[in-house]
């Protein structure tokens, strides 16, 4: 009964700024990866960002320097500032998570940025960057 919902989209100029939200509901797991994805048109899906739940964060090379993941635990939200938008960053952004019941053997930080794969998927929400 886990649900995202993304928000905080929209147009930008190139050089602006952004901050996308994600509100999660029905998501109590003491383990778990979230993530932000993007999608632009003729491309492949991306993970752009990753946080774990101890709060470690991993970005892809694209977005390092520029976009920051965070959470706030207590409104259980996740959020992704972006700063210096580039035209490139034009895509439908989406919040992802997965859940692990147990602890896992594995190290979350590095997993959730190398081989994550969610359990749960948020609607989208579209950025769009002009030059």
């Known amino acids: 009964q886990v649900e995202l919902v993304e928000s905080g989209g929209g147009s930008v100029q190139a050089g602006g700024s952004l901050r996308l939200s994600c509100a999660a509901s029905?998501?109590?797991?003491?383990?778990?990866?979230m993530g932000w994805f993007r999608q632009a048109p003729g491309k492949e899906r991306e993970g752009v960002a990753f946080i774990d739940s101890d709060g470690s964060t991993s970005y892809a090379d694209s977005v390092k320097g520029r976009f920051t993941i965070s959470k706030d635990n207590a409104k259980n939200t996740l959020y992704l500032q972006m700063n210096s938008l580039k035209p490139e960053d034009t895509a439908m952004y989406y919040c992802a998570a997965e859940s692990f019941s147990i602890s896992p053997a594995f190290a979350l930080q590095r997993y959730c940025s190398r081989a994550m794969t969610p359990n749960y998927w948020g609607q989208g929400t579209p950025v769009t960057v002009s030059s």
């Open positions: 029905g998501f109590t797991y003491n383990y778990y990866c």
